[in-house]
């Protein structure tokens, strides 16, 4: 059985003070939750973050991280930067990043293979624009986008990422996919994961959905056999909101 796993993607939201309160706020709410919660908080956040989830189940993430170890590469950050820390996940080639700061299918897969020489667990951020849905060609993208994030991972190291399906329709538009269009492509990415990695790390892989999930909607869509939580932004931001989504 896969656990159902809820990360939080702050976006650029939140001063270090304010992050100690968030997460105090969510703490007592997601206590004792059976699925596996994270935040992902801006970098500058990340020290706060993880002085306030200590000694409870939340997890913290990053969410970009550079693909070289060190170097002049003024404005990034190095995986072990994050580790040296107590990060132990980091969002990769989420929508915006690809949009606004050019990162491609190959800066993805650099990324994911550096995250992984340094056991930090990506989550894959894939999934199609508007137009590329109505041009029919979303199961293509995604499994395209899929293949090239993992090329040159093991099938140990597949079982452990975690994939995020995010039509990019749906982020921040409170526009959801339905729970059934988000199942079939979710779906898709298992399938895909299974043609080149086998079975067992298909079954293993987390794969969630994110865009425009709430607290009304996070139930039906994380019952779907292929949607093993979500990557929430919006809803992220209200300790009540981000808990019920938490504990759906
Ligand atoms: P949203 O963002 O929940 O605000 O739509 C999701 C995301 O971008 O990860």
């Given amino acids: 059985m896969r656990k159902t796993v809820v990360a939080g993607n702050w976006k650029m939201n939140k001063t270090p003070a304010q992050t100690t309160e968030l997460i105090n706020e969510l703490k007592p709410l997601v206590a004792g939750s059976e699925n596996k919660c994270i935040v992902c908080v801006?970098?500058?956040?990340?020290?706060?973050?993880?002085?306030?989830?200590?000694?409870?189940?939340?997890?913290?993430?990053?969410?970009?991280?550079?693909?070289?170890?060190?170097?002049?590469?003024?404005?990034?950050?190095?995986p072990n930067m994050l580790t040296e820390m107590g990060v132990k996940y980091v969002i990769i080639g989420h929508s915006e990043r690809r949009q606004y700061f050019n990162e491609t299918d190959e800066t993805v897969n650099k990324k994911v293979l550096k995250a992984f020489e340094h056991d930090l667990i990506p989550i894959i951020c894939v999934g199609e624009s508007l137009e590329q849905r109505e041009q029919g060609i979303t199961f293509e993208l995604v499994a395209l986008q899929t293949k090239i994030a993992l090329l040159g991972l093991t099938a140990d190291q597949v079982k452990k990422c975690i994939i995020a399906y995010e039509p990019i329709w749906a982020i921040g538009t409170g526009k959801t996919a339905t729970s059934e269009q988000a199942q079939e492509v979710c779906a898709?990415?298992?399938?895909?994961?299974?043609?080149?990695?086998?079975?067992?790390?298909?079954?293993?892989?987390?794969?969630?959905?994110?865009?425009?999930?709430n607290a009304g909607n996070s139930a039906e869509l994380f019952a779907k056999s292929d949607i093993d939580g979500g990557l929430v932004g919006g809803a992220s931001l209200k300790a009540n909101d981000f808990s019920v989504i938490v504990n759906s």
């Avoid at 990695?197 to 959905?209: H, L, R, S, V």
């Fill in 188 to 213: 898709k990415i298992r399938e895909t994961v299974a043609s080149v990695y086998g079975n067992d790390a298909a079954e293993e892989i987390i794969i969630q959905y994110g865009g425009s999930v």
């Fill in 42 to 78: 801006p970098y500058t956040n990340l020290a706060n973050a993880l002085e306030a989830v200590r000694g409870t189940e939340i997890e913290v993430g990053a969410q970009n991280m550079y693909f070289e170890e060190s170097g002049a590469y003024t404005g990034e950050i190095a």
